[in-house]
């Protein structure tokens, strides 16, 4: 595997290449988990070559977000990778990925980056999809896959790419879950036992709206509320949305039908937790 700090390098290493090899990108901020694993095994299996960045990108990180406090677990994650067969590793620095200080250039997306978390996080998926931007001119992969965990930014990330020719096939990889069913993500670590062990509330609701969806009932109220009351049973929950919407557009639904996302996102204590189901309606 070779480690890579510097954009010529991976492009150079890229343009080395013969050029019917396929490549595949896994773009990470790292401290990585089973979910991440997947990730590269997928890109591994369809790809020839296999590149995995590893730069926690301070642009999408909102004033008062825990940029500082994001695990960095660089030395492990090079392991890790390196294990998983990983051609090119790539962890550039913020100086080697924004030279100049700051950024002049921004892709912004429309309404469908203000929706879910959007709402709450202003600038984040404009930071997440100018980075996966940079990267992906710098790798240009055939193929860059995501977590379907964090559902609007792969979805941000599709239309990025096909909106802007950038050539590269998006694919979305199942959210990986702990025995009780919480997603795996990185800031899991940041709770306390208690409020961890209530974090499983979320697939809970999660999987009582689904009960609910199944019934024939066609309004998407009815499984926003039965989401609600699940969510505030819990006491160490702190509810900011939950949303029923299409799985494309992220528009808000008020009758069940065609693809259907199901999302919340929550803070126990003050580690906010994003998650979601897609149900298909015929
Ligand atoms: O999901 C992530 O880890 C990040 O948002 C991404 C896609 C690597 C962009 O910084």
């Given amino acids: 595997m070779e480690l890579l700090t510097k954009k010529f390098q991976v492009r150079s ?7 019917n090899k396929s490549i595949g990108f896994v773009p990470t901020m790292g401290s990585f988990h089973e979910g991440h694993v997947s990730l590269i095994r997928k890109a591994a299996e369809e790809c020839d070559v296999v590149v995995v960045s590893v730069f926690v990108n301070p642009t999408q990180f909102g004033i008062g977000e825990d940029l500082a406090k994001y695990p960095r677990n660089i030395d492990r994650d090079s392991c890790l990778a390196e294990e998983e067969g990983v051609d090119i590793f790539f962890a550039p620095s913020e100086e080697e990925m924004y030279p100049k200080g700051r950024q002049e250039t921004w892709v912004r997306l429309g309404e469908i ?3 879910l978390c959007g709402a709450f996080r202003p600038g984040h998926f404009r930071g997440v999809a100018t980075v996966v931007a940079k990267l992906t001119n710098i790798v240009r992969p055939n193929k860059l896959y995501l977590g379907e965990k964090d559902f609007q930014q792969l979805r941000v990330v599709q239309r990025m790419v096909e909106d802007l020719d ?4 998006v694919i979305g990889c199942p959210t990986l879950r702990e025995p009780d069913g919480l997603a795996m993500s990185s800031r899991n670590a940041y709770m306390s036992p208690e409020e961890r062990a209530a974090a499983k509330v979320i697939y809970e609701a999660l999987m009582e709206a689904k009960k609910v969806a199944q019934t024939g009932t066609h309004s998407a109220d009815r499984v926003k509320q039965a989401l609600v009351e699940k969510l505030v049973s819990e006491p160490l929950c702190r509810l900011q949305f939950v949303s029923v919407c299409d799985s494309e557009s992220l528009e808000e639904l008020t009758r069940l039908g065609g693809s259907v996302l199901i999302a919340i996102g929550a803070y126990f204590g003050t580690t906010r937790m994003v998650d979601s189901i897609v149900l298909s309606f015929s």
């Fill in 13 to 19: 290493a890229i343009n080395s290449l013969s050029n």
């Fill in 113 to 115: 980056e203000e929706k």
């Fill in 166 to 169: 950038m050539g590269a096939e």
